[in-house]
């Protein structure tokens, strides 16, 4: 049932994708802190994300919710899976209050969608583009941004180094998509095999894209 509950919420941290289709997003593996109390905290919330029972995890992170960022962060996905989005816009922005840049993910997507706030493509685009150089899984999302030309003028460079950016910290959907743009020269690229071996050579690792774990309850 949690299994089952967990990829719910990640699912619904979805933008939809326009053409050409852009693959579907995960969440951030690599975590940039800037400081121990920021690594003190996630050490925390991952107390409560290793209990099984949800009604224990709830607890556990309730408990910590006042001080802990990404306590707040994960109850805010989660307020988002329940379609609850006035806890989650006040659980994600205390989240970004504290400093916390993963939190701008999901706050982007409730404006992009307008669930729970008006649509305001302009404080997505904001809110992704604030975090992205931290956030692998927001650079992923704001390259579609420029590579499709949603909300700015299309700039194909931005966005494969957004892209790149993304892949290098093991995001599997950005290195897939490198490897199709490289193949078929998309977004005004030359078709580079060099670069497709590459990517190419880096999925068969099989490294894990543990970029999910952040956000999960």
Do not use: H
């Not at 996630?42 to 910590?64: G, P």
């Amino acid at each position: 049932m949690i299994k089952k509950t967990l990829l719910l919420s990640l699912s619904i941290l979805l933008f939809s994708a326009c053409s050409p289709k852009m693959p579907e997003f995960n969440m951030p593996s690599f975590l940039s802190f800037s400081n121990d109390k920021d690594t003190l905290a996630l050490e925390k919330a991952n107390v409560c994300q290793k209990i099984e029972d949800l009604n224990d995890k709830l607890f556990c992170y309730k408990k910590i919710l006042n001080e802990n960022s990404y306590a707040q962060l994960r109850m805010g996905t989660y307020s988002v899976e329940k379609k609850d989005y006035k806890k989650a816009i006040e659980y994600l922005n205390q989240s970004i209050d504290n400093k916390n840049p993963y939190a701008n993910l999901p706050l982007a997507f409730l404006y992009y969608k307008g669930e729970g706030v008006e649509k305001d493509i302009d404080k997505s685009f904001k809110l992704l583009n604030d975090s992205s150089n931290i956030d692998p899984t927001a650079a992923y999302q704001l390259s579609r941004f420029y590579l499709q030309g949603i909300n700015t003028k299309i700039d194909a460079k931005k966005g494969i180094e957004l892209l790149e950016f993304s892949a290098s910290k093991n995001m599997l959907a950005a290195q897939e998509m490198l490897v199709t743009i490289y193949k078929d020269g998309l977004f005004s690229q030359e078709k580079d095999p060099k670069k497709v071996k590459y990517w190419q050579d880096i999925i068969k690792k099989d490294i894990r894209d543990t970029n999910f774990d952040i956000y999960k309850i």
